[in-house]
């Protein structure tokens, strides 16, 4: 699944750009394109700010998949994936669960 596939689908998309801006993880032309994003929706960006947002938003934070079993991960869970080795909630929690056996 691209990062097309997961912007066509809001389920969470823009809580999800909010995370990681009360995350402290954006600045300048990025801060400013994804509060855009999320207020007008990704359709609203011209090409430039998408190419941008595409690049240092999605490129960098979003991830294709759980690193453990390959599925999506939903983008309730997407933002705790960055700081967990990119595994869905499943996988962490086996993960977790192993280590305190």
Same mark, same amino acid.
């Given at each position: ?7 066509? /689908?809001?389920? !969470? +998309?823009?809580? +999800?750009?909010?995370? *990681? *801006? /009360?995350? !402290?993880?954006?600045? !300048? $032309? $990025? ?7 999320? /207020?007008?929706? @990704?359709?609203? &960006? %011209? $090409?430039?700010?998408? +190419?941008? +947002? ?9 991830? /294709?998949?759980? %690193?453990?079993?390959? @599925?999506?991960?939903?983008? @309730?869970?997407?933002?705790? $994936? &960055? ?11 086996? %993960? ?6």
């Amino acid at each position: 699944m691209g990062h097309n596939d997961h912007v066509e /689908d809001d389920g !969470g +998309f823009s809580d +999800f750009l909010q995370e *990681i *801006i /009360d995350g !402290g993880h954006l600045e !300048g $032309a $990025a801060l400013g394109i994804t509060k855009l994003a999320i /207020d007008k929706g @990704s359709d609203a &960006l %011209s $090409a430039k700010q998408r +190419f941008v +947002f595409e690049r240092d938003v999605l490129g960098e934070f979003v991830k /294709d998949g759980c %690193s453990r079993c390959e @599925s999506n991960i939903p983008w @309730s869970e997407m933002y705790a $994936a &960055l700081d967990n080795g990119g595994l869905c909630n499943y996988c962490w929690h086996m %993960s977790e669960k192993i280590k305190h056996e």
